[in-house]
């Protein structure tokens, strides 16, 4: 397929939401209509299948693909809900000490060729993992909280990113508390994208939801919930599919009381 | 080749066209017209990588010629130099005609060693000049920025700088934005100030009476020869 698109996810930190944006976003395209796979390219501390719910399913991963000891469709795992999204899941912790550049590039030229939308999971750090990660990727989405160690590692991973090739790097500001942010507790959006300099794909609210849905396997945009989060991941997969969706002003997202019961209503509800 | 440069400048090699004929098959055809003497390496719109640029100097010293300096008009090139110990030079980066490219030698040659680095540096990011540096773009928490004569940042610098490395304490930093995690001058440290800078305002850092203090930018900014 000549238009699909190979992003890859990463920060450089870790914990500030890599896998979540990958899995939601997954989910998100392939309920536009988009044929997605997510590869999960974090074979050290793999967990994109337990945030899809399909790590049951595994029978075969990327390792076996790679050592032509299964088919590429007896590896991938369909999602239950949502036909459209695909899981090629992660070998096992050893496979580190072998793979190579060529091999995830292997990887992702396959995937390509069947579906619209290729999304790396990329691991943290800036070491192998992340060298062998990012040979396989055409573009990036890099995901940052407001914090100063956060934005400082992605600052990083930009540059590491621009030699290596990758455009367009596109940014996700992630975990973000517009009361915090008014009052000048957090680093503003402008602070960040200021320093970073790169267009903003997307903010997220910080959302209770994602803990409860991380925990579940189940992500926020799979069963269409209201939460602020949900909404935020498919603005993000509309930017990429090009739609015009204007960006969340932090300053008017003050929730108000009945929000915040409805909310809290939803995060008993389970 | 005429002379483009000043009598009293060494020869300049000019290396050919970008990609016209790769430079390995190229350059033994012109070893024997060279002097045996320091010359000026022209790299033009190659990009070289420090591997290449070795190779390059290799085969030139191998040949008894020593390169002093490197001039270019691609940043990459530019940096492979720095990172190799040699003087760097950009030469002007837009290939409009020969005549604009000419002047800029000229004008280049007659100041101090200057390097222009165009970009942000990110964090993790360093460059470094063996004259002055500057750069057009930002310096970014966590990169650095350091050369034997000034720095000078178009743009904001919020990393480290390090001006005068080899003890010349009239070195100075100067920035549109000056508000740098640390500044050192010679030999002196400073942390960067905690207030916000005045915007609009540019800013150097110099030592006045023995320590780094901060002020409002002051002309001249060309590159002084001392």
């Not at chain 1, 590039?105 to 070491?127: H, K, N």
């Not at chain 1, 909404?231 to 739609?243: D, F, M, P, S, V």
């Amino acid at each position: 397929m000549t238009n699909s698109r190979t992003i890859l996810i990463c920060s450089g930190k870790g914990g500030v939401g890599k896998t979540t944006l990958t899995a939601n976003l997954g989910i998100a395209l392939a309920g536009q209509g988009a044929r997605t796979v997510v590869l999960d390219a974090d074979f050290g501390l793999r967990n994109l299948d337990l945030l899809l719910g399909l790590e049951n399913r595994i029978v075969y991963t990327a390792q076996e693909v790679l050592a032509e000891t299964c088919r590429l469709d007896q590896a991938l795992v369909k999602h239950k809900q949502q036909p459209n999204l695909a899981l090629l899941p992660a070998g096992n912790p050893r496979m580190l000490e072998w793979l190579k550049p060529e091999d995830m590039q292997t990887i992702a030229g396959m995937l390509s060729d069947r579906f619209d939308y290729v999304l790396i999971d990329c691991p943290a750090g800036i070491e192998d993992g992340f060298k062998n990660a990012v040979a396989a990727a055409k573009e990036a989405i890099v995901i940052t909280t407001p914090e100063v160690s956060a934005v400082r590692d992605a600052d990083r991973v930009i540059g590491l990113l621009n030699t290596h090739g990758v455009s367009p790097v596109q940014l996700v500001l992630n975990r973000v508390r517009p009361k915090m942010m008014a009052n000048q507790d957090m680093l503003a959006v402008d602070d960040v994208t200021d320093i970073l300099a790169l267009p903003l794909l997307g903010l997220v609210l910080e959302d209770e939801q994602v803990i409860v849905s991380t925990n579940k396997g189940e992500p926020l945009t799979l069963n269409g919930t209201s939460s602020p989060a949900a909404k935020a991941y498919g603005n993000i997969a509309g930017r990429l599919q090009g739609e015009d969706i204007p960006l969340m002003d932090p300053a008017k997202e003050r929730r108000g009381i009945r929000a915040r019961v409805r909310q809290l209503m939803q995060t008993k509800i389970f | 080749m005429t002379p483009e440069l000043s009598s009293q400048s060494p020869f300049c090699l000019r290396l050919p066209a970008f990609r016209s004929v790769p430079w390995q098959q190229w350059l033994p055809s012109q070893l024997p017209s060279l002097p045996r003497q320091a010359i000026d390496l022209d790299t033009g719109d190659w990009s070289l990588s420090c591997r290449d640029l070795e190779e390059l100097l290799v085969a030139l010293n191998e040949a008894g010629h020593h390169v002093q300096a490197v001039m270019t008009r691609c940043s990459d090139t530019l940096i492979s130099a720095a990172a190799l110990g040699l003087i760097a030079r950009q030469v002007s980066t837009d290939s409009t005609g020969d005549g604009s490219t000419h002047d800029q030698a000229h004008a280049t040659s007659m100041d101090a060693e200057l390097t222009v680095h165009r970009g942000t540096l990110r964090s993790g990011d360093h460059i470094e000049s063996h004259g002055h540096l500057l750069i057009v773009g930002d310096v970014n928490p966590g990169g650095s920025a350091s050369a034997d004569g000034d720095v000078y940042v178009w743009g904001r610098l919020r990393g480290r700088a390090h001006a005068g490395r080899r003890g010349d304490s009239d070195a100075r930093i100067v920035a549109l934005q000056l508000r740098p995690l640390q500044l050192r001058i010679a030999e002196l440290v400073a942390r960067g100030p905690e207030e916000r800078p005045q915007p609009g305002l540019a800013e150097q850092a110099c030592i006045v009476e023995g320590a780094i203090s901060i002020e409002p930018a002051k002309p001249p900014f060309a590159a002084q020869q001392t």
